[in-house]
């Protein structure tokens, strides 16, 4: 019995505590508890059984959008739409193909970037671009958008995508490359799912090899900052670009290129389960103010920031980077974004609005040092992250001002505003004015404020309605705009 009796005391004492904090302080500060209860083991659970699949048969007149639910997206934004619209099921999770003669891997859209380095990497090959979080799946990366930081040198997600196969409106298939329905297949990118849906995707493969040699080079001042980033953005020796931004005059830029070699004393496997947080590891490299030279495992260097999702864990468990914790328990970490959300709770999510902040905006590399003034004075959140790439001119809802090719930059922005005085709407639609200012473009996983008008001035929809009336997508998917802006939806 003396068992039962502890947990009980000690129940009741944790809620006369919850009583006497209040229990938004509690969600808000203490969320480890739960998470560390419940989500990781609940996320090892999930993770064995996500692949059972299940199709539905449903009907209705109004508009389509996948069945996946919203709570199982990387995105925290919740949707609201699929309470309303009809779900179709499209449970497709496969890598179909690897030809490694013409370098092209064919995939199905729930095909994730856990799933696609497993299998390329051991097989020796990888994809060009290939986003940091393993539950990032292959539609998600092509109906919105993702980047890397090899992305100075091939582009968004979208830019190493050669095909990409549909079911329209009205129950046809369609393929479209460059070549072939051409303006499909350019506007299908940030289309969010509002032009067909997609069920197969063809993407560039390249050789891989075993080690990333990275090099990491602290710089303080932002104007020395600046030109470093950019200056190593250019040159065509460095597969990888990244830098962490821990305070507007301090940072570390990291430069990485592939090789097959490796010195067996700076061999770090940065990956395991025991290992420091990647960006607290980067950061003692600031503090020792001193350059380094590691060899990273190639899949471990891809999913460098998984573990902690970024540093947004940090918030979650406070002690999560704990050498105790880690290694008694780090190999259930992370916890599934998908079960945070679903565990959240609305009054969770209206609390995190507002005290909390994730966003990536793309902005011109030559009005970085513009930006990040910008980024400081509205909401303040550090570190940053920063990763370069080309943004080429094609047709779409995304792309440069003029007709040539831009180096543009990702700015991330992942924590909680130190602003004073931080309202949510106010401060991200003054972040949002001066994004459209500098012709730079939102991600649009996250919570946009924009109107309409705002909103169609960010992002060139000529195309896009172009094919919204040719394909009958008006009477049978949700404009873009509605399906993401907050002011749409509320």
Same mark, same amino acid.
């Given at each position: 019995?003396e068992?039962?009796?502890s947990l009980a ?6 809620l006369?505590?919850? +009583?006497?904090k209040?229990?938004e302080?509690?969600?808000i ?6 998470v560390c209860?419940f989500?990781?083991?609940l996320?090892?659970i999930?993770?064995i059984?996500y692949?059972?699949r299940e199709w ?11 069945g996946?639910p919203?709570w ?6 919740? $949707?609201k739409?699929k ?8 449970? &497709?999770?496969?890598? &179909? ?8 891997v064919?995939?199905?859209?729930l095909v994730t970037m ?7 990497n051991s097989i020796?090959?990888t &994809?060009p ?6 539950d990032?799946?292959?539609?998600g990366l092509i109906?919105?958008?993702?980047i890397?930081s090899?992305?100075?040198?091939y $582009?968004l997600?979208?830019?190493i995508?050669?095909?990409y196969e549909?079911?329209l ?5 369609v393929r479209?490359?460059?070549?072939e329905n051409?303006?499909?297949f350019?506007a299908?990118p ?5 032009l067909?849906?997609l069920?197969? /995707? ?5 050789p891989?090899k ?6 990491f ?8 900052i600046c030109?470093?980033f950019a ?7 460095n597969?990888?670009v990244e830098g962490l931004?821990?305070?507007l005059?301090?940072?570390?830029i990291?430069?990485?290129?592939m090789?097959?070699k490796?010195e067996p004393?700076k ?6 389960y ?7 590891h980067? *950061?003692?490299?600031?503090k ?5 030279? *590691?060899?990273?495992p190639l899949?471990?260097?891809?999913? +460098?920031h998984?573990r902690s999702i970024f540093w947004?864990?940090?918030?979650i468990?406070p002690f999560g980077n ?9 190999w259930?970490v992370p916890?599934?974004?998908?079960l &945070?959300?679903?565990t959240q709770?609305?009054?969770?999510r209206k609390?995190?609005e507002?005290h909390h902040v994730?966003?990536d905006?793309l902005v011109?590399?030559?009005?970085l040092?513009q930006a990040l003034h ?13 990763c370069?790439?080309?943004l ?9 001002? $003029?007709?040539?090719?831009e180096l543009?930059?990702d700015?991330?922005a ?6 004073k ?10 972040l ?6 500098v012709h ?6 996250a919570?946009?404020?924009m109107n +309409?008008? *705002?909103?169609?001035e960010m ?16 009477d049978?998917?949700?404009e873009?705009y509605?399906?993401?802006c907050? /002011?749409a +939806?509320?």
């Amino acid at each position: 019995m003396e068992p039962a009796v502890s947990l009980a005391v000690c129940a009741l004492l944790f809620l006369l505590w919850i +009583r006497v904090k209040g229990l938004e302080f509690v969600i808000i500060h203490q969320r480890w508890v739960f998470v560390c209860l419940f989500l990781l083991p609940l996320s090892l659970i999930f993770d064995i059984y996500y692949y059972v699949r299940e199709w539905k048969e449903q009907g209705s007149k109004t508009f389509m959008c996948t069945g996946r639910p919203g709570w199982l997206t990387v995105s925290l934004r919740v $949707g609201k739409y699929k309470k309303t619209h009809k779900n179709i099921m499209i449970n &497709l999770m496969d890598i &179909l193909e690897v030809d490694t003669k013409k370098q092209i891997v064919r995939v199905e859209p729930l095909v994730t970037m856990g799933q696609v380095t497993a299998l390329l990497n051991s097989i020796g090959w990888t &994809l060009p671009v290939l986003p940091e979080l393993d539950d990032l799946t292959v539609g998600g990366l092509i109906m919105g958008t993702g980047i890397e930081s090899s992305s100075h040198k091939y $582009g968004l997600f979208q830019h190493i995508c050669t095909a990409y196969e549909l079911v329209l409106a009205d129950g046809s298939f369609v393929r479209c490359t460059p070549s072939e329905n051409s303006d499909l297949f350019y506007a299908v990118p940030w289309s969010c799912g509002t032009l067909g849906f997609l069920v197969a /995707a063809e993407i560039r493969i390249i050789p891989a090899k075993k080690y990333v040699k990275l090099r990491f080079e602290p710089v303080r001042g932002l104007e020395a900052i600046c030109d470093k980033f950019a200056l190593e953005a250019q040159r065509p020796e460095n597969d990888f670009v990244e830098g962490l931004l821990y305070s507007l005059e301090e940072a570390v830029i990291m430069t990485g290129s592939m090789t097959d070699k490796a010195e067996p004393s700076k061999l770090n496997s940065i990956g395991n389960y025991y290992k420091p947080w990647f960006f607290k590891h980067v *950061e003692n490299y600031l503090k020792t103010n001193q350059e380094g030279l *590691e060899y990273i495992p190639l899949r471990h260097y891809y999913h +460098r920031h998984t573990r902690s999702i970024f540093w947004e864990l940090q918030d979650i468990i406070p002690f999560g980077n704990n050498p105790v914790f880690r290694y008694f328990f780090g190999w259930m970490v992370p916890p599934k974004i998908s079960l &945070l959300k679903l565990t959240q709770g609305e009054t969770l999510r209206k609390l995190y609005e507002q005290h909390h902040v994730v966003q990536d905006m793309l902005v011109p590399m030559k009005c970085l040092q513009q930006a990040l003034h910008t980024f400081q004075n509205d909401i303040h959140v550090y570190p940053i992250w920063l990763c370069p790439f080309i943004l080429p001119s094609q047709p779409g809802l995304v792309h440069p001002k $003029g007709d040539e090719t831009e180096l543009y930059i990702d700015i991330g922005a992942y924590g909680e505003p130190r602003v004073k005085h931080f309202e949510a709407r106010s401060c991200m639609r003054q972040l949002e004015k001066f994004v459209r200012s500098v012709h730079g473009f939102q991600m649009l996983y996250a919570d946009c404020y924009m109107n +309409r008008e *705002e909103f169609w001035e960010m992002f060139d929809g000529s195309l896009y309605h172009k094919l919204r009336k040719q394909l009958g997508c008006e009477d049978a998917f949700p404009e873009v705009y509605d399906k993401i802006c907050k /002011a749409a +939806r509320h």
